[in-house]
């Protein structure tokens, strides 16, 4: 299982640092946040594509970067972030009209496509587009800010994206990536990389919890 930081609960004042600290931790794929103020509950502002030009001028360009749209326009303005660098849009089908049309436009701007579901909505929601998306992301809190506790009602649904994937797979069709986010840390990265988790995004585990971030990442490896 990978991991992926997300640098929602990074001091904002030290984002380069922090992103280079991870680059040489090793790690290759950064996961940003991005809210509007207005579609996650607690009505948060993040940051926008201008911030994510400057990340990927950062980081250079082997890095992998996904946008996870915590926005109520994600059909309008995804593009924004990918020309702003992001390799992977990330889409909430709750906030999504038409989710066919943002698949095929997202493919054919040359960027990889996700699907990202909140706790309480059911996996049934994202499985009819699931052999056209490059990942599926399942989430284990509540959308809205970092350090959460890890919300294990969702084993279920991640347990049941891994096997339509599998056949999926076995049937020669797309190999989905599946990630979750939200109140991973050494403690249970291991429990859901059981359930078939590829790539974990790890925020406050890596960031903000005592230790440098190559030592957390080390910690959280080696669990595995
Ligand atoms: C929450 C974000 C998550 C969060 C993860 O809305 O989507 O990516 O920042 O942070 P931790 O790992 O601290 O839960
Ligand atoms: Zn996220």
Redesign the pocket.
Known sequence: MDIAP?I??ADFTELGRVLDDAIEAGIKWI?L?V?DGNW?TNKTITFGPAVVRSIRDRVGEDVFIDC?L?ITNAEETWMQYADAGADLIIAHIEAVRKPRKIIDEIKEAGKAVGFVLNPDTDENEIIPYLEDLDLVLV?S?V??????SFMPEVEGKVREFRSRIDSQVSNGGKRTMLMI????KAHNAKIVSSWGVDVA?????LI?DKGSISENHKKILSSL
């Not at 959308?143 to 959460?148: R, T």
């Not at 995004?201 to 585990?205: C, M």
Request: proline share 4%.
């Open positions: 997300s929602l609960t996961h946040d809210m996650v996870h915590m989430m809190v959308p809205g800010k970092g350090g959460q986010d939200g109140g991973i995004v790890v925020g406050s585990g903000n």
